[in-house]
């Protein structure tokens, strides 16, 4: 059975910097696409960064240039380093993989900005 788990959230004033981790189990993960969402108060949960088994990398637009995903496959974990926080990136963090199907989600971990 894979399992996420994500840790690294918190409390961080607005400029400030974060990294999250989704340590991922059960789960061979070098093939695995790996992503992080985000869900905001009343919004949809959103896509922030991808990586694929090779290395490549997506981003939402709204982060570009701000976060950066990588994985560790000796580790069996991915990470998204965050830095110049704004309030707008507040919200439940959740670590998914993706592909190959099924997509297995972790249970989020909470990032809050503060202005």
């Known amino acids: 059975q894979v399992q996420l788990v994500e840790s690294g959230g918190g409390l961080v004033q607005a400029g400030g910097s974060l990294r999250l981790s989704c340590a991922v189990s059960?789960?061979?993960?070098?093939?695995?696409?790996m992503a992080w969402y985000r869900q905001a108060p009343g919004k949809q949960r959103e896509l922030v960064a991808l990586?694929?088994?090779?290395?490549?990398?997506h981003y939402a637009d709204s982060v570009k240039g701000r976060f950066t995903i990588s994985r560790d496959n000796a580790r069996n974990t991915v990470y998204l380093q965050m830095n110049s926080l704004k309030s707008e990136d507040t919200g439940i963090y959740y670590c998914?993989?993706?592909?190959?199907?099924?997509?297995?989600w972790g249970q989020g971990t909470q990032v809050t900005v503060s202005s």
């Open positions: 998914s993989k993706s592909l190959p199907p099924p997509a297995v």
């Open positions: 059960g789960s061979i993960f070098r093939p695995d696409v």
């Open positions: 990586i694929a088994s090779d290395f490549s990398t």
